[in-house]
């Protein structure tokens, strides 16, 4: 079973600074017949379901605010957003869709310093 | 609008069981491959089960095999969990989810219920 880890466990930055979140999974993820990473990255607000935010590790959801992005191949992963907003503030996870059991990294909470 | 609305979450003792629906609307349902991921409360999300659109092939966690039995009904576009055996670690939110593309059951999620709660106490 592939092991997704984030950190940090929990981040504060500051309005309009850069946030950044760290994925690692315990085996690569990339396919090598299609070149694509299977690792996407959801938000959850309080009371709601996650929210997909990236896909194909890199690729942005449709209504996604491009301040959102994602990099990384193989088992390292980030997702970064450029410009803290308020409305940011939530739990992040990166999910890996490469091999069942699909699994969930344990989570990172992003608030405001 | 696409949207999945689960039900059937409720309060049952340990070694009961329990169904859980999801209703799916918006989107071709027969095509897609749909699942089940569960949350513990203030907690993170972990995948449970998997059925096909095809030919409703079916895969699952580890913890629930033997135990819960995913299905479909392609007439009333609704995704089933039954529960049995249950435990006080089966305790979560249960959400339907939807994977991006109805090719394929290795995807990305793009479309989640909003949970429905299991809870599994004396």
């Known amino acids: 079973d592939i092991v997704m880890t984030q950190s940090p466990d929990s981040l504060a930055v500051s309005l309009g600074e850069r946030a950044t979140i760290n994925c690692k999974s315990s085996?690569?993820?990339?396919?090598?017949?299609?070149?694509?990473?299977?690792l996407a990255w959801y938000q959850q607000k309080p009371g709601q379901p996650p929210k997909l935010l990236i896909y194909?590790?890199?690729t942005r959801e449709s209504g996604v605010p491009d301040r959102f992005s994602g990099s990384g191949s193989g088992t390292d992963f980030t997702l970064t957003i450029s410009s803290l907003q308020a409305e940011d503030v939530a739990v992040y996870y990166c999910?890996?869709?490469?091999?069942?059991?699909?699994?969930f990294g344990q989570g990172t909470k992003l608030e405001i310093k | 609008e696409v949207q999945l609305v689960e039900s059937g979450g409720d309060m049952v003792q340990p070694g009961g069981s329990l169904r859980l629906s999801c209703a799916a609307s918006?989107?071709?349902?027969?095509?897609?491959?749909l699942s089940w991921v569960r949350q513990v409360p203030g907690k993170g999300l972990e995948w449970v089960s998997t059925?096909?659109?095809?030919?409703?092939?079916?895969y699952y966690t580890d913890s629930v095999k033997g135990r819960f039995t995913i299905s479909r009904d392609n007439s009333k576009n609704t995704l089933y969990l039954q529960m049995n055996s249950l435990r006080a670690e089966d305790t979560a939110i249960y959400y339907c989810?939807?994977?991006?593309?109805?090719?394929?059951?290795?995807?990305?999620?793009?479309?989640w219920g909003q949970g429905t709660m299991v809870t599994v106490s004396s």
């Open positions: 989810a939807k994977p991006r593309l109805s090719t394929t059951r290795v995807d990305s999620f793009d479309i």
């Open positions: 999910h890996q869709y490469y091999s069942t059991p699909q699994s």
């Open positions: 918006g989107f071709t349902f027969r095509n897609y491959a």
């Open positions: 194909w590790a890199s």
């Open positions: 085996q690569s993820v990339l396919s090598s017949s299609n070149n694509k990473n299977y």
């Open positions: 059925i096909s659109g095809s030919d409703a092939t079916t």
